[in-house]
């Protein structure tokens, strides 16, 4: 059974870090594309990167380039999103999901986790 677990959302100050961990399983991340979305109250999900191990492409959403990092580790089967810098507009909640090739479309992707939510303070 395909399942991705998202954790370590919480509150953070502005300009403060975080890293969410996507856990995997009923299949291995070397062979798919790995996504966070967000989703703040009122708003759309949005897509905030992604990455593909099997060819190394990523994807970062405009406003979080130069911040938050994405990465992944075929071993443990896991993908982290490292989050610095935080903003209080990076407040959402936050999913993993799973597709076939890189991108940032929810529509692509096809499992889901659980969100983890995310608060920036000011």
């Known amino acids: 059974e395909v399942q991705l677990q998202a954790s370590g959302g919480g509150l953070v100050q502005t300009g403060g870090s975080l890293r969410l961990s996507c856990a995997a399983s009923g299949f291995t991340v070397d062979d798919y594309a790995i996504g966070w979305f967000r989703q703040a109250p009122g708003k759309e999900r949005e897509g905030v990167s992604c990455?593909?191990?099997?060819?190394?492409?990523?994807y970062y959403q405009d406003s979080v380039k130069g911040r938050f990092t994405i990465s992944s580790d075929g071993a443990k089967n896991m993908v982290y999103l490292q989050m610095n810098g935080l903003k209080s507009e990076d407040t959402a909640v936050y999913y993993c999901?799973?597709?076939?090739?890189?991108?940032?479309?929810?529509?692509?992707?096809?499992?889901w986790g659980q969100g983890t939510l995310v608060t920036v303070s000011s």
């Open positions: 999901a799973k597709t076939e090739v890189v991108g940032g479309l929810p529509a692509i992707y096809d499992y």
């Open positions: 990455i593909s191990r099997s060819d190394g492409s990523t």
